[in-house]
């Protein structure tokens, strides 16, 4: 399958722009040369957790307004 991924990692977030920041390079350096693609899931943060996120080497899926655990 040439290009697809090994392994996916989901975070789930609200308000986690900073430790996304710091954490998404330390998961990806972990993981090494393997094909990992990670998923953020951003449940409406009223923080930058998005914008953060549009940085970074990963797919974003972002609700608005923030659903909580039922959503």
């Known amino acids: 399958m040439g290009d697809a ?3 996916s990692v989901v ?4 308000r986690e722009a900073e430790r996304l920041r710091k954490h998404v390079p330390s998961i990806l350096q972990y993981f ?3 094909r990992v693609e990670i998923v953020v899931v951003d449940d409406g943060s009223p ?5 953060v996120s549009r940085t970074l080497p ?3 899926i972002s609700y608005q307004p923030n659903r909580g655990k039922g959503g």
């Open 32 to 34: 090494g040369s393997r």
């Open 11 to 14: 975070i789930p977030c609200y």
């Open 5 to 7: 991924p090994e392994l």
């Open 47 to 51: 923080d930058d957790t998005a914008a």
């Open 58 to 60: 990963v797919l974003l």
